[in-house]
């Protein structure tokens, strides 16, 4: 025999959900860019975020339950005190992105270094046109079909902000780190982020 609802509230009761982004790999540093397009550095390490959606009682809802392919995550880059959003700069005659590479990101279903089965969002090839102090705020939203439709705007139903960290000029920046165990275990269950087994010197590096 199925569940009787006796009215509305009840079904959606039923079905309140919250959602809670955590960022389990933190951006270290980067090497600024510049205005060029083809000497990119990434940040370092590729900035990874887990996705737990819990249930009205608390309770973390089964991974496999969930409409995966319709989970976006946007990245912009912000002020290290959170309070300015710095994805565009002047360049005249015209005005430059700053944060560049793949923005949005889809999950992927990953088991961490503890065994662990979650929902993960990776952003392997970010990097930043200018030295300074930022930090990251990741958005997510879940498209239903009216998003699909023209002019229509997604609503973000979470938000995270990712730790300060550094980007510096080609002189000064010390050289990437070794890859996390994260994103090793990640790697071979077929993620696409690159993977550093040695620690180069910034001589090398650059």
């Not at 509305?8 to 039923?14: G, K, R, V």
């Not at 050289?175 to 990640?186: A, I, N, P, Q, W």
Request: glycine residues 4%; charged residues 25%.
């Amino acid at each position: 025999m199925g569940a009787r609802f006796d009215g509305p509230t009840d079904f959606i009761f039923l079905w309140v959900r919250t959602y809670e982004l955590i960022v389990c790999q933190q951006p270290l540093h980067a090497r600024m860019c510049g205005f060029g397009e083809k000497d990119r550095r990434p940040i370092d390490p590729p900035p990874i975020v887990r996705l737990v959606v819990r249930q009205q009682d608390n309770e973390p809802v089964d991974v496999h339950t969930l409409q995966i392919p319709f989970f976006v995550l946007h990245v912009t880059l912000w002020s290290a005190d959170r309070t300015e959003e710095r994805n565009i700069i002047s360049n005249p005659p015209k005005c430059t992105r700053v944060l560049m590479g793949s923005l949005v990101s889809s999950p992927s279903l990953l088991k961490n270094p503890e065994g662990e089965q979650g929902l993960y969002f990776a952003f392997p090839d970010l990097s930043i046109r200018t030295e300074g102090r930022y930090t990251l705020r990741f958005s997510l939203m879940k498209l239903i079909s009216s998003d699909f439709q023209p002019n229509a705007k997604s609503r973000i139903i979470a938000q995270v902000f990712s730790d300060a960290f550094t980007v510096y000029s080609a002189k000064k920046f010390p050289g990437m780190t070794e890859s996390t165990e994260l994103s090793k275990v990640f790697a071979r269950q077929g993620l696409k982020i690159p993977i550093r087994n040695d620690v180069r010197s910034r001589k090398a590096d650059n």
